[in-house]
């Protein structure tokens, strides 16, 4: 018995390490009811694309086996493409793609681009959250979008 309380530690260790945090937002709560029913969300934050792509995972999905209502998907769908939406470079994509992507205004986008000429390209998200002249509260939630590569 005791041997067998102390094999467990370890895994309840990893459990809580691997445990998946994804950002507030509607819809946060229905993708962690109906998503973990039978696999962590590390396929989620493992995973970047636009409405049509999530919108054929969670078809996919359903036909799995996942269980809620069509509004259910909807607010999936919509949360998904939103903080799991396509990868954005931020060390190489233009003023220009950065403002679409991510809901910038022109001065913010060209914000980040100056920062990273003159400092070096980004390593970290706190490093993006460091440029002055950014509404970063703009960018809440997005990290699981960011690429530093
Ligand atoms: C009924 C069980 C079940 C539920 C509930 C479920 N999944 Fe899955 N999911 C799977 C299986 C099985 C796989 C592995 C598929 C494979 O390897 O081909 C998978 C794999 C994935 C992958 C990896 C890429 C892929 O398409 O294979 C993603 C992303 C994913 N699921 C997202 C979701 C989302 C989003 C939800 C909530 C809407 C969800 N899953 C709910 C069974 C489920």
């Known amino acids: ?4 309380g102390l094999a467990c530690l370890p895994l309840a260790f990893v459990s809580f390490v691997y445990a998946q945090d994804i950002p507030d937002g509607p819809g946060k709560d229905t993708v962690e009811k109906i998503c973990t029913a039978c ?16 919108q054929s ?30 990868a954005v470079h931020i060390n190489t994509d233009t003023a220009a793609s950065l403002q679409s992507s991510l809901g910038l205004t022109a001065d913010e986008a060209s914000a980040i681009v100056k920062y990273r000429t003159d400092k070096g390209n980004f390593a ?10 950014v509404d970063t509260s703009k960018l809440k939630g997005l990290q699981g979008r960011i690429k530093f590569t």
Do not use: C, E
């Open 39 to 54: 696999h962590d969300l590390g396929a989620i934050t493992s995973m970047n694309g636009g409405a049509d792509i999530w």
């Open 57 to 86: 995972v969670a078809d996919d999905m359903k036909s799995r086996g996942a269980d809620g209502t069509d509004d259910d998907f909807k607010v999936i769908v919509a949360y998904l493409a939103k903080y799991y939406g396509p």
């Open 124 to 133: 970290t998200w706190d490093d993006v959250m460091k440029v002055p002249g």
């Open 1 to 4: 018995m005791r041997n067998f």
